[in-house]
């Protein structure tokens, strides 16, 4: 099973930018997501990126902001997030799955997880 190792959260002010980085180990390339936490709320989907790099989708209140990329030389994806909101502040999730990702993943599509790691947006 792959190993996915998250970095890059930490605290910003309102309208700031953090990029996050998950790194896959192996050789294998997955479809990869981004998944989203806040205390007392539900897993919800960030973003996705295919194996190849070529389609993505967004949920609607990133759209515009956060931009998802990946070096598949590296195994790792990127999560750009600009203009960010207070209600962005949650523990995010990176995933990998084998198959063709899907315009609104839910968490159990995928069944390789990182450990997280937390932004906090301050207003």
């Known amino acids: 099973q792959v190993q996915l190792v998250e970095s890059g959260g930490g605290l910003v002010q309102a309208g700031g930018s953090l990029r996050l980085s998950c790194a896959a180990s192996?050789?294998?390339?997955?479809?990869m997501a981004w998944f989203r936490q806040a205390p007392g709320k539900e897993r919800e989907f960030v973003a996705t990126?295919?194996?190849?790099?070529?389609?993505?989708y967004y949920t609607d209140s990133v759209k515009g902001r956060f931009t998802i990329s990946r070096d598949n030389y590296k195994n790792t994806v990127y999560l750009q997030m600009s203009s960010l909101k207070p209600e962005d502040t949650a523990l995010y999730y990176c995933?990998?799955?084998?198959?063709?990702?899907?315009?609104?993943?839910?968490?159990?599509?995928?069944?390789?997880w990182g450990q997280g790691t937390q932004v906090t947006v301050s207003s």
């Open positions: 995933a990998a799955n084998l198959g063709l990702i899907t315009t609104t993943p839910r968490p159990t599509d995928f069944g390789s």
């Open positions: 192996g050789r294998t390339i997955y479809a």
């Open positions: 990126i295919s194996r190849g790099g070529a389609i993505t």
